[in-house]
């Protein structure tokens, strides 16, 4: 029988746009996280074991406001994610203060996984049916001869907007069969009215997007296949890397995918979603979140409480 797929959360970053640390930031009047409804929603999905991605720095405070109240509702474990998790023989560039970026992230859990895992960020909402989405595949799909099967749940783009600044996304281009064919990596994406469009030229001029347009929001699925990958392609990015941009190049999951995927050793799924993301890049963005929880709670689709004290 194959092992039961766990989740990762990645919760190492402090939101500097956002100022402080959001992950621990209270969305309803119970004191509930954007993280509570996320684990909540993967509890009902299957998942049993959370693994989460931190920073020894916010260690205490996370655990006080987080591990510590969820430990009676499903398998809680933590991994560290720091600077000087590195290869044999590599050290902290001098002035780094920058995360590795979330290819490193991932690569931090590998003595912890050794199964099927999902991952996604700490303080994004994503919505009941992606969590259901992707443990129904983890379940069903695992690797074959030829390619690693991984997969990752596609937002429209024109749900994962926010009216209070840019965001950055990566635009997705899925072929026929419903497989990943490459992510574009969109640094400044801004609602113009009724349309989306982004730059590349500081504003200069701007490219429509349309309401069709899938993007990647950070949740994937993947076999442990990923992390042999990302260990060995860590190496060849420092190599690369440490010599042009020391202080701040970031080893980026989805770069990784690319990889695989261009050089035919993995295929992704794209599972489409189209409930509503939410997350709080902008301080301005929190009253939106706010709203939205107390409004899918009056639906029905959450409780009052969604920690029952055991």
């Given at each position: 029988m194959s092992k039961k797929p766990v989740l990762v959360i990645m919760a190492a970053?402090?939101?500097?746009?956002?100022?402080?640390?959001?992950?621990?930031?209270?969305?309803?009047?119970?004191?509930?996280?954007?993280?509570?409804?996320?684990?909540?929603?993967?509890?009902?999905?299957?998942?049993?074991?959370?693994?989460?991605?931190?920073?020894?720095?916010i260690?205490?405070?996370?655990?006080?406001?987080?591990?510590?109240?969820?430990?009676?509702?499903?398998?809680?474990?933590?991994?560290?994610?720091?600077?000087?998790?590195?290869?044999?023989g590599y050290g902290i560039p001098e002035g780094r203060v920058k995360p590795w970026g979330t290819g490193h992230a991932i690569l931090c859990c590998q003595d912890?996984?050794?199964?099927?895992?999902?991952?996604?960020?700490?303080?994004?909402?994503?919505?009941?049916?992606a969590f259901q989405a992707i443990y129904n595949?983890?379940?069903r799909v695992s690797d074959d001869e030829n390619k690693y099967q991984y997969a990752m749940v596609g937002y429209e783009l024109y749900?994962?907007?926010?009216?209070?600044?840019?965001?950055?996304?990566?635009?997705?281009?899925?072929?026929?069969?419903?497989?990943?064919?490459?992510?574009h990596e969109r640094t400044r994406i801004e609602?113009?009215?009724?349309?989306?469009?982004?730059?590349?030229?500081?504003?200069?001029?701007?490219?429509?997007?349309?309401?069709?347009?899938?993007?990647?929001?950070n949740l994937w699925g993947f076999t442990e296949s990923i992390l042999k990958e990302l260990s060995s392609r860590f190496i060849s990015f420092l190599d690369r890397e440490l010599t042009q941009n020391p202080v701040k190049c970031e080893y980026f999951l989805p770069f990784v995918v690319d990889e695989l995927l261009k050089e035919g050793k993995a295929e992704v799924s794209?599972?489409?979603?189209?409930?509503?993301?939410?997350?709080?890049?902008?301080?301005?963005?929190?009253?939106?979140?706010?709203?939205?929880?107390r409004q899918l709670k009056q639906s029905g689709l959450y409780p009052d409480i969604l920690w029952e004290e055991k």
């Open positions: 970053g402090m939101g500097s746009r956002y100022g402080g640390l959001k992950q621990i930031d209270p969305i309803d009047e119970q004191g509930n996280k954007i993280i509570d409804f996320s684990i909540y929603d993967a509890v009902q999905a299957g998942f049993e074991t959370v693994v989460f991605i931190i920073k020894k720095a260690e205490k405070e996370f655990k006080e406001n987080i591990g510590d109240r969820l430990k009676d509702h499903v398998n809680v474990k933590y991994v560290y994610q720091e600077l000087d998790k590195l290869p044999e912890v996984i050794d199964g099927p895992f999902a991952v996604i960020n700490a303080d994004d909402y994503y919505g009941r049916t595949q983890l379940t749900n994962t907007l926010t009216e209070n600044g840019h965001v950055a996304r990566g635009v997705c281009t899925v072929n026929e069969d419903g497989k990943l064919l490459n992510i609602k113009h009215g009724e349309i989306a469009e982004y730059t590349e030229d500081d504003g200069n001029s701007w490219t429509e997007l349309s309401e069709e347009t899938l993007v990647s929001m794209v599972l489409k979603s189209s409930d509503r993301w939410y997350g709080v890049t902008y301080k301005e963005d929190k009253e939106n979140v706010v709203k939205a929880i």
